[in-house]
C-alpha cells in the first residue's frame, strides 16, 4: 500500500530548516539503533543548501553521530566535481567540508565520465554493496531527500522521459530539458523502496505545483513525477514553509 503523504507547515523559513533538522536527527538516530548506521541519499538545489548550511551549523552539528551516517545523492548533473553546477559540489561546501565527514562515507555520482552509462551502472553497484543487496531486490535507502521543479520533476526525473520509466535499474541516465541536460538519477523504482523520503520545498513559485501534486484534479496532475513518489512500505513527508501550502486546501499553515 502506498504511503499517505505528511505534510508539515512551518511558518517561515528559518523555522521550516530547524524542523528538517530535527526530523533529520529523529530519523538518523532511530536507523542508528536498528542497524547501527543511517544511510541518507542528498538533493541539490537551493532548498536543500538551506538545510544542509543548518546541519552544519554550531547548534545542530553535535545534535548527529556523523561517524556512523553515509551520504549517497538523488541525482547529479554531468559535469565535474568542481562545477558550480555540481550538487556534489553544493554539498562538499555546506555540508561535508565544514562537518569534516570522512572521504569514505561520501559517495558522490562521478559526473564528469564522458559516458554517463557505465557511471550510471557502477553507482548502483556502490549501492548495492553499501546497502548489502543482491538483484533483483531493490536496496531500502534509510532517508531519501528530494526537491521539486517548477516542472513537477524530482530528482532527474522530467516529465516525458525514458527514465522516468525504468523501474528495474536502481540508477539511470536521466535528460534534463533545459540547462545542464544529461544527468545521472536514482529511478522511481529504488525511491518507492526507501524507508523515508522527505520533500523539500519552499517558497511561493512552486505552491501551484504543491497544490497540484498534493490535490490533484487530472490525470495529468497525477502523472507529475514528484507525484509518483509513493513509497510502497516507507513513509512520505513533505515539509514546506507558509509560502509553498499557500495553495492546499486541506492543509493549511501553521
Not at 517561515?12 to 538516530?29: D, G, K, L, P, Y
Not at 553521530?65 to 554539498?91: T, Y
Not at 562515507?105 to 553507482?123: C, L, N, Q, T, W
Not at 533483483?136 to 535507502?141: A, G, L
Amino acid at each position: 500500500m502506498a504511503a499517505i503523504p505528511d505534510i508539515r507547515v512551518a511558518g517561515s523559513v528559518q523555522n521550516w530548516a530547524h524542523q528538517a533538522a530535527a526530523f533529520i536527527a529523529s530519523v538518523s538516530e532511530r536507523a542508528i539503533l536498528a542497524n547501527g548506521r543511517f544511510i541518507m541519499a542528498l538533493s541539490g538545489g537551493s532548498t536543500p543548501k538551506t538545510l544542509y548550511q543548518t546541519l552544519a551549523s554550531p547548534e545542530w552539528k553535535t545534535r548527529f553521530d556523523w561517524k556512523k551516517i553515509h551520504f549517497l545523492f538523488g541525482d547529479e548533473r554531468c559535469v565535474p566535481p568542481d562545477h558550480q553546477d555540481s550538487n556534489f559540489n553544493m554539498a562538499q561546501a555546506s555540508l561535508f567540508h565544514p562537518l569534516a565527514i570522512p572521504p569514505n562515507h561520501i559517495f558522490r555520482m562521478k559526473g564528469e565520465g564522458e559516458d554517463p552509462s557505465p557511471v550510471a551502472r557502477e553507482y548502483e553497484q556502490t549501492i548495492r554493496q553499501l546497502t548489502e543487496t543482491q538483484p533483483p531486490t531493490m536496496p531500502r535507502i534509510d532517508l531519501v531527500l528530494l526537491g521539486l521543479g517548477d516542472d513537477g520533476h524530482t530528482a532527474s526525473l522530467f516529465p516525458g522521459t525514458s527514465a522516468l520509466q525504468e523501474t528495474t535499474k536502481i540508477v539511470t541516465v536521466g535528460q534534463a530539458p533545459t540547462g545542464i541536460r544529461s544527468r545521472l538519477t536514482l529511478t522511481l523504482g529504488v525511491l518507492n523502496q526507501a524507508a523515508m523520503v522527505l520533500f523539500l520545498v519552499t517558497g511561493k513559485g512552486k505552491a501551484d505545483m504543491i497544490r497540484r501534486i498534493l490535490e490533484p484534479t487530472s490525470e495529468a496532475d497525477r502523472s507529475l513525477p514528484a507525484a509518483q513518489i509513493t513509497p510502497e512500505s516507507g513513509q512520505l513527508v513533505w515539509m514546506l514553509d507558509q509560502a509553498a501550502a499557500a495553495g492546499l486546501t486541506r492543509q493549511r499553515p501553521q
